[in-house]
C-alpha cells in the first residue's frame, strides 16, 4: 500500500476551518468536569455515559440560567 500527503496549496498560513471552534468550545466545556479530564473508566459504555450526564447538566445549568434572566425581565438571546 502507497500512501500519499497531498498539500492544498490554496491556503497560505493558518486558516480556520469553518465550525471547528464549535468542536473545540464544546471539548473545553467537557473538561470541567472532573470525572472527564482523565480516563477513569473501564469502558467505552461508562465513559459515553459520562459525557452525555456532563452535557445534561451542562444545558440544564444553561436553561435555567436563561429562565432565571427572563423572569428578571433581562431577556437574553439563547
Do not use: Q
Request: proline share 3%.
Amino acid at each position: 500500500m502507497k500512501v500519499e500527503v497531498s498539500r492544498r496549496d490554496d491556503r497560505a498560513g493558518f486558516v480556520v476551518i469553518p465550525r471547528r471552534w464549535v468542536v473545540e468550545r464544546t471539548f473545553a466545556w467537557l473538561v470541567n468536569c472532573r470525572r472527564l479530564v482523565r480516563d477513569y473508566e473501564r469502558t467505552a459504555a461508562a465513559h459515553e455515559s459520562y459525557v452525555r450526564w456532563a452535557m445534561v447538566t451542562l444545558m440544564t445549568r444553561r436553561l435555567a440560567a436563561a429562565d432565571h434572566e427572563a423572569a428578571a425581565g433581562r431577556a437574553r438571546p439563547v
